[in-house]
């Protein structure tokens, strides 16, 4: 999907806005299912926020896992940038070291293991002057 950057330029992110979308929302999902637990002193009700919490880390990794290539590694990028690793202007650095990063394939166990996954992403795509919350859901 093309999108402009500051310089009215296009920028190919390599992954729809709706996609980033599906995936911000799980990841807050997961936290707000952690944080949850940890706020939770009932040994029964901790039971079962255990078992919402791996059922929403399982859809976040399987979802992941069912996107293609390219769009792992614009994930894996938009997070750097979202982190601030990187400057929108170095996106086609960002997707190369992102595709060395995830030879091996395991973009969901990376991308769910970073603290704050929805909260970078959503950071990532407000660099290029775009906005998660008003993609329709």
Do not use: C
Not at 28 to 43: C, S, Y
Not at 56 to 76: F, G, H, K, P, W
Not at 93 to 120: C, F, H, Q
Request: charge should be negative; glycine fraction near 10%.
């Amino acid at each position: 999907m093309a999108e402009p950057d500051d310089d009215g330029e296009d920028v190919d992110l390599g992954i729809s806005l709706e996609v980033v979308a599906t995936v911000v929302d799980l990841a807050h999902a997961v936290q707000e299912a952690g944080e949850a637990k940890l706020g939770d002193d009932d040994d029964d009700e901790e039971l079962d926020d255990d078992e919402d919490e791996e059922i929403s880390e399982e859809m976040l990794t399987d979802y992941i896992d069912e996107l293609n290539e390219e769009q792992q590694v614009a994930l894996i990028a938009l997070a750097w940038v979202g982190r601030g690793d990187y400057e929108p202007e170095e996106w086609q650095e960002a997707l190369k070291l992102a595709a060395e990063r995830n030879v091996k394939g395991d973009a969901s166990a990376y991308l769910s293991g970073l603290e704050g996954l929805g909260d970078l992403l959503s950071e990532g795509v407000g660099a290029f002057g775009l906005a998660i919350e008003e993609v329709d859901r």
